[in-house]
């Protein structure tokens, strides 16, 4: 539990506090290193189309509170709520284009049934 953890956080704090200037070099060095990968792949996130497209969902929710008077007293939906939400809307839209798609193509194979 919590009191074990705290336990182990107390005992690794020791160690390092003891530990000899070449033994704290190697983490850090490991650490410097694994900040500028960090620092790589979150410019590659930030210019990736992904977050683009996360970024416009969460611009496109923040008009939305500002166009209903802004963020109420009560709890705020959540983005994710609202997100949700959205995308159930999209996939009934397609159910339904794919059932009116599906009846054109029968009525289609059927017109071309008859002229044949």
Not at 30 to 51: H, I, P, Q, T
Not at 54 to 79: Q, R, T, Y
Request: glycine letters at 6%; proline letters at 2%.
């Amino acid at each position: 539990g919590m009191a074990a953890n705290a336990a182990i956080i107390k005992k690794l704090g020791a160690m390092w506090a003891t530990a000899s200037a070449e033994e704290k070099a190697k983490f850090e060095e490991r650490v410097a290193k694994e900040k500028e990968a960090y620092a790589a792949e979150m410019k590659a996130w930030y210019d990736s189309e992904g977050f683009k497209a996360f970024a416009m969902e969460v611009d496109e929710w923040e008009a939305e509170i500002k166009d209903k008077g802004g963020f109420p007293k009560a709890p705020l939906k959540s983005f994710r709520a609202w997100r949700r939400k959205k995308l159930q809307g999209k996939r009934q839209q397609q159910k339904l284009a794919d059932r009116e798609r599906a009846k054109a193509e029968k009525m289609a194979a059927k017109m071309k049934a008859k002229g044949e």
